[in-house]
């Protein structure tokens, strides 16, 4: 009977993960495309590139899905195990919550260690490359493209306009007007009527033919000053356009430097390692450095005159109640007193670069930190859901897709707003990386044990769950 309840678990288990990873894929994807779509449009992009791109994004909506789909099919799975009064007959023959959870348990840990890896190796990659992507995209210059009314102004050398543009009218442009800077300082205008545009050499080459036209310039002989017009039926004038290639993709390995979203875990731990290397020899030479700049016995009294401008000279002298400046005169006290004052001032702006460049350093490595702990912690999500979703998806049986989902999205946002927060309090150095990035999983851990003994010891504990729950009850 366990092994039949077991298989009847791990059936399942594939499609509500399945549907619920697409979903939630789909509707991340669909997000990314309507926040970046205006960086996408008119750039030329070929097929290849888009895909490359949505391929790359899909990275870090997979990372943030599969815990979230796999929350959802514990919920379904255990749900209709309820339902089917499986669970009951399990706790009639004695069988404990463990004994029963125990191969979706292992299953949470075949996803936690595929995302352990993925997150740490494929994620850092693929982030690699879609930065080098974005970099290609947003150099890549957009192709030929006037829009009537205003100035286009990517041939090199013209401003080009034209008042309208009739629509299926090949080519056809009306009231144009074209502003031509020549070398050496040189300008014309030249306006026309209509124009007709005529792409040649593979789009390398445009070739404009304006009609009923004139052209306004100034007279070229002897350098005078002296305004010249030209009118003509038809002219024509040729553009260069290779300088508009659009999108080229260049080296995909050239993604630029890595930072700490593009750097497998390994690379990071090299970079953490070697900061907090350079972090302690660094507070070492400040250290050793204070202890050789301090001189007693006057040093405090420099000290304490170098932080108060405001001191008047008056005040500012070391008296006879200083030994080592006894007996000597009033100029040579204040002078001895000013090259002590400047080499203190001196002294504390050194410590406080010394001090600055230390904490900038250490902030360093902690965001390395944050961010391999953050990997890791959702990763390890996918585990610690099984406690939650186990004894959860027991309390709701007959729950239909709108609880469930309901659930999932409620538990996995606690979760997610947790890990931000978790993130944003390591990042400003107000929690050590490892507390922030851990908390969310020993959160939601801790109410995943009380759910599992709770369920364990007493499992009427479920029955207001089972009254919310009759509201979204599938109708036979």
Request: include cysteine.
């Amino acid at each position: 009977m366990l092994t039949r309840l077991h298989r009847q678990i791990l059936k399942g288990l594939p499609l509500p993960f399945v549907a619920a990873l697409l979903t939630l894929l789909f509707l991340l994807l669909m997000q990314f495309l309507i926040h970046y779509l205006p960086d996408l449009v008119g750039r030329g992009l070929p097929p290849v590139a888009v895909a490359e791109l949505i391929a790359y994004s899909l990275a870090y909506m997979v990372t943030l899905a599969v815990p979230m789909a796999w929350l959802v099919a514990l919920l379904a799975s255990f749900g209709r195990l309820a339902e089917s009064r499986g669970y009951l007959v399990a706790k009639s023959a004695g069988i404990s919550l463990p004994r029963l959870a125990w191969p979706a348990l292992a299953v949470g840990l075949v996803l936690t260690g595929g995302m352990v890896y993925f997150n740490n190796q494929m994620l850092p990659e693929a982030n690699y490359r879609l930065n080098g992507l974005w970099r290609d995209i947003r150099v890549s210059r957009p192709g030929f493209a006037l829009t009537p009314g205003e100035f286009y102004t990517d041939v090199n050398g013209y401003a080009i306009r034209a008042d309208a543009i009739p629509p299926d009218s090949a080519g056809l442009l009306l009231g144009v007007t074209v502003f031509e800077s020549g070398t050496g300082g040189d300008t014309a205008t030249l306006t026309a009527a209509r124009a007709r545009l005529q792409s040649q050499y593979g789009g390398q080459r445009l070739t404009m033919l304006l009609e009923d036209g004139a052209i306004h310039r100034r007279a070229p002989d002897d350098g005078a000053d002296r305004y010249e017009r030209l009118t003509f039926d038809r002219h024509r004038m040729a553009f260069d356009l290779s300088g508009l290639s659009g999108f080229e993709r260049r080296d995909t390995d050239n993604g630029g430097s890595r930072t700490d979203r593009s750097m497998r875990t390994t690379d990071m731990l090299a970079v953490v390692d070697s900061l907090d290397q350079l972090t302690a020899s660094q507070a070492d030479s400040i250290r050793s450095a204070l202890d050789r700049w301090y001189e007693p016995p006057v040093a405090s009294a420099v000290l304490r005159f170098a932080t108060d401008s405001t001191q008047t000279a008056e005040n500012a002298r070391i008296g006879a109640d200083r030994p080592a400046l006894a007996g000597l005169a009033d100029p040579d006290r204040e002078a001895i007193y000013d090259e002590a004052l400047q080499r203190a001032r001196s002294i504390r702006g050194r410590a406080e670069s010394a001090v600055s460049a230390l904490a900038y350093d250490r902030q360093r490595a902690d965001r390395f930190r944050v961010e391999i702990y953050k990997k890791n912690s959702i990763a390890l999500a996918c585990l610690v859901f099984v406690l939650v979703g186990v004894p959860l998806g027991l309390a709701v049986p007959r729950a239909g897709v709108g609880l469930v989902a309901a659930l999932a999205v409620f538990v996995f946002l606690f979760y997610w707003i947790s890990l931000v927060g978790g993130e944003k309090l390591a990042d400003r150095e107000m929690l050590p990386p490892e507390i922030g990035m851990w908390m969310a999983n020993v959160i939601i851990g801790l109410l995943g044990t009380y759910l599992v003994v709770r369920e364990a010891r007493d499992p009427a504990w479920g029955d207001p769950v089972r009254a919310l729950a009759g509201r979204f009850k599938r109708r036979e």
